[in-house]
């Protein structure tokens, strides 16, 4: 009962949210400096609102048939609508301490979902590690809040000085703690970890919503709260989201678990949506409040769009885990026959990550690239090769997605099955066909028709702007994008092709490989296909390779291969903070005697430390 | 005025542009000392190949159907993006320099996909090193375009037209340097020597032609097409932004047969003077384009501040 209740109100809380956007009416109450709970819903929150319930209402009803029944699959489900909730409540908070409890609980749930659902070692390492790296950069987003709600910031705009000190800080913790949280690099080792072992659902949930909750964060933060920023804010914004863009898809493209590759896609994604963000920063203080308004605009629209297809792309890949019983990439293939409603689905899903026209994603990346080129537009030495920079950064981003999304399908849903139980897979139950192919529409609709919404989101900078409304893309100084008319044409002139080819004559023949015949052991793997890039980039991604011959009296018995491409970041990062942290630790432990006579020597020794302060007038 | 624009810009796109890759296989036979064939041989190809019947690979899906038909209409879509001359209207799909890129990689995401769905090792192989090409082809694009939208302040491809035409716009050295970035999309996208090799049908060297291995008949005509129409699209962009243009639209369009002639020309000569260069070293030449346009860039922006 209540797994069909679920997406029926989540649904309606899209509806709420979409319709309040359109409307541009507010409700509740404002943001408030005081630790009172106030809730309210503007039009950035309506905004996020209506994302939270698009991809929300698809997700639980494709969860309530992908869970298993009994115990485990309950406390799941009811775990994940408190989720949802949860990050509704994140959106409508109205005053600093709603807004962090929210937050934390944001970050709890989907530990506690994970185990739940699984609860070995692999599992339990996981979550502690998600849990430490975001518990430690929840703090920095405490210090932003707390600040910003000290300074008064939140009562009304303009109380932080413009380029003052306590400006810069704000913006600095929020980049670090809520960067964390949307899985910016450098800030990203929980994301791509986290992600791969939560049940799919959950996945799509957290990809598609939950890291989006954390970029509304940045642009409370960054945006509205804190009023024109320094030019070099704005520059490292863009430069955090090249990094995030490009490193994510890089990596992405080496790996062989499907879901943990989407994963890091959604860094990628995220990245693509910071660099809108940081042309709006840069852009709006060099006073073009227009072009600023417009990329702030980008950036939203680009969020609901993978907030969409990413969700479609995790919902596909727990359909074919469900079908075949993995998720390795070089073990599926052929599911497009075998699955066409999920396989068609995440096809679209596929051309709208990889930004192809006429969907979705083609649009968003548009925008955000006109953006981008606005910024050298402005005149500037410095922040127009960062622009310049940028602009090519998210153009080799488009392209390094083509072909990771071209290996995706070619593995997953084209040529011959690669393994039995891939060959026997069957169609899932209809309510799981109906969310994938649901999300896919959401991709053709936004794809065709994204001006509709872009208006409205332009409006929602808070500083006087507007755009007329258009089905297509029409903005000041373009060739304009009539993605309409677009969409047209490709789908009359392929239909009129198709018929004019005509039905074919001849019988079908056999792939031709130089007169050998295509075996299974002879068919391309993920790591063959991406060979060329790894050669490309060898000097940056330094892979590691090892090949093993054995032979016994000169003649080769086994060759063996193995083959990865370390993570830098993590390795050079992450490894030597965890080293530090693990030897201050074991320093703490030797205050840990485990006799009370000790701990109450300590409680008295505090005490004695604190009245003396009390007494010299350090405090009190 | 326009009309005419239009209407050269349809015909010379639709039924011209395979006249562009047999101009450059016939200069490039002469300049060899050969006869070669006529210009119009991509003409009896296509005619020929619209005759045969397709066979179909065993297995292959609808992805491998489609993946012609898509893929040229990505083209007529770019082709009606790009104008021969400045001021001319849209034709329903916009004008912008920007959407082309998506445009471009539509047919390039057909291609590739299809060849997946055969399971061909060789035109996997291809398709792998076309689409890791690509990924450098795409920043090179975006950034020499960025240098003539600076200097026109627009993205849209017939203001482009307009805005960098006369001699001034030559006096600084952005323009020349993003022509020079572009030249190298040209050489990318039109798949010739020093970055591919059209003539080869080696198995272990070629990049375009290896996706199309399996595709007969009509499959095979409108992928021929698509590649004489990508020679049209970015030659066009060649020809009417980054090389020395009147702003009156007449003599645009009186002088695009010239300067398409003359860049075919100058292809088949580079074809002839340089050797294919390894597949690896490819980015790297690309990479020094993005870098010409880099500088294109940062020397508009020194110039106006």
């Known amino acids: 009962m209540t797994a069909r209740l679920q997406p029926v109100a989540a649904a309606a809380i899209g509806v709420f949210g979409f319709s309040m956007l359109a409307t541009g009416t507010t409700l509740g109450s404002g943001f408030t400096g005081a630790f009172t709970p106030r809730f309210g819903v503007d039009g950035l929150t309506a905004f996020f609102l209506g994302v939270l319930g698009l991809v929300t209402a698809p997700t639980l009803a494709f969860a309530a048939r992908y869970l298993e029944p009994g115990r485990r699959g309950r406390i799941t489900s009811v775990l994940t609508g408190v989720f949802v909730l949860v990050l509704a409540e994140v959106v409508c908070a109205r005053d600093p301490l709603t807004f962090l409890a929210g937050w934390e609980l944001m970050t709890l749930l989907p530990a506690a979902i994970i185990l739940v659902s699984r609860s070995d070692d692999e599992a339990r390492r996981t979550v502690f590690l998600y849990l430490a790296i975001t518990h430690l950069a929840g703090a920095f987003t405490w210090v932003a809040v707390l600040l910003a709600a000290h300074a008064g910031a939140l009562d009304s705009t303009g109380a932080v000085a413009q380029g003052s000190g306590l400006q810069i800080a704000i913006a600095l913790t929020a980049l670090v703690g809520m960067g964390t949280k949307a899985g910016v690099m450098p800030m990203h080792s929980w994301l791509p970890r986290a992600h791969p072992i939560a049940p799919a659902p959950v996945s799509a949930l957290m990809s598609g919503v939950m890291i989006k909750v954390a970029i509304y964060g940045l642009v409370r933060v960054l945006v509205d709260w804190l009023g024109p920023l320094p030019l070099s804010v704005g520059i490292l914004v863009l430069a955090l989201g090249a990094l995030s863009a490009v490193g994510g898809v890089v990596y992405a493209l080496f790996q062989h678990d499907l879901k943990r590759l989407l994963a890091f896609h959604s860094i990628e994604n995220i990245g693509i949506i910071v660099l809108g963000l940081g042309a709006c920063l840069v852009l709006r203080s060099r006073g073009d409040e227009t072009w600023a308004a417009i990329a702030l605009a980008a950036a939203l629209l680009h969020t609901l769009n993978h907030a969409v297809f990413k969700a479609l792309l995790f919902l596909g890949a727990g359909a074919f885990e469900r079908a075949t019983g993995t998720v390795e990439i070089d073990r599926l293939g052929g599911l497009l026959r075998r699955l066409p409603w999920t396989g068609g689905a995440f096809l679209v899903g596929s051309l709208a990550i990889a930004g192809l026209p006429p969907f979705n994603g083609f649009a968003s990346e548009w925008v955000t690239l006109q953006a981008l080129l606005h910024v050298p537009a402005a005149g500037h030495l410095g922040d127009g090769v960062a622009g310049a920079l940028a602009l090519a950064a998210l153009a080799a981003t488009a392209a390094l997605a083509v072909l990771c999304f071209v290996k995706v399908t070619g593995l997953v849903l084209l040529g011959p099955p690669r393994s039995e139980a891939v060959a026997a897979a069957t169609e899932r139950p209809l309510p799981m066909r109906a969310a994938v192919v649901s999300l896919a529409g959401a991709c053709v609709v936004l794809g065709v028709a994204p001006g509709l919404l872009l208006g409205s989101l332009v409006s929602l900078a808070p500083w006087p702007a507007a755009l007329p409304t258009a089905i297509g893309l029409h903005l000041p100084g373009t060739g304009s994008l009539p993605t309409l008319g677009i969409a047209l044409v490709l789908v009359a002139v392929t239909g009129v092709l198709v018929v004019a080819r005509g039905r074919r004559a001849a019988a079908p023949a056999p792939t031709w490989a130089s007169g050998q015949l295509v075996e299974p052991s002879l068919l391309w793997t993920s790591a063959g296909f991406t060979k060329p890039l790894r050669l490309v980039l060898a000097g940056v991604l330094r892979p590691e390779r090892t090949i093993e011959v054995r032979a016994t009296r000169g003649v080769v018995q086994e060759v063996a291969y193995s083959g990865r491409v370390p993570q830098h970041l993590d390795e050079q990062l992450l490894a030597p903070a965890v080293r530090v942290a693990l030897r201050g630790a074991a320093h703490a432990r030797r205050l840990q005697t485990g006799h009370l006579g000790t701990y109450v020597a300590y409680l008295i020794a505090l005490v004695l430390v604190l009245l003396t302060v009390a007494k010299v007038g350090l405090i009190g | ?305």
Not at chain 2, 128 to 133: A, E, P
Not at chain 2, 236 to 262: D, E, K, S
């Open chain 2, 1 to 305: 005025m326009n009309a005419l624009s239009l209407a050269l810009q349809l015909v010379g796109g639709l039924a011209l542009a395979p006249l562009l890759p047999g101009l450059v296989q016939y200069w490039k036979a002469r300049l060899q000392g050969r006869r070669g064939p006529t210009p119009l041989q991509p003409y009896r190809e296509l005619r020929r190949l619209w005759g045969k019947s397709s066979v179909d690979v065993e297995g292959a899906g609808i992805v491998y159907r489609l993946a012609p038909a898509v893929t040229a209409a990505s083209l007529v879509l770019a082709v009606l993006i790009v104008p021969v001359a400045s001021g001319a209207p849209s034709l329903g799909a916009g004008r912008d320099a920007l959407a082309l890129l998506g445009v471009l990689a539509l047919g390039r995401f057909a291609v590739t996909a299809a060849s997946w769905d055969v399971a061909n090792g060789f035109a996997l192989q291809g398709a792998s090193r076309d689409l890791t090409i690509a990924i450098f082809t795409d920043a090179t694009f975006v950034l020499s375009v960025a240098v003539a939208a600076l200097v026109a302040h627009t993205t849209n491809l017939a203001t482009i037209v307009a805005g960098t035409a006369g001699s001034a716009v030559w006096s600084s050295p952005s323009l020349a340097l993003g022509a020079v970035a572009f030249l190298l999309v040209v050489v990318a996208e039109t798949g010739r020597q020093p970055i591919d090799n059209p003539d080869t049908h080696l198995e272990l060297t070629m990049i375009h032609e290896g996706p199309l291995l399996e595709y007969a008949g009509r499959d095979l005509a409108l992928l021929q097409w698509s590649a004489a129409a990508r020679h049209w699209v970015v030659l066009v962009l060649a020809a009417q932004i980054f090389l020395p243009h009147t702003p009156g639209v007449w003599a645009q369009l009186a002088a695009l047969p010239v300067r398409l002639a003359i860049l075919c020309a100058g292809l088949a000569l580079l074809e002839t003077f340089t050797a294919k260069i390894r597949i690896l070293l490819a980015p790297r030449l690309l990479a020094v384009g993005a870098a010409a346009a880099l500088l294109g860039v940062v020397s508009w922006l020194v110039q106006i501040t």
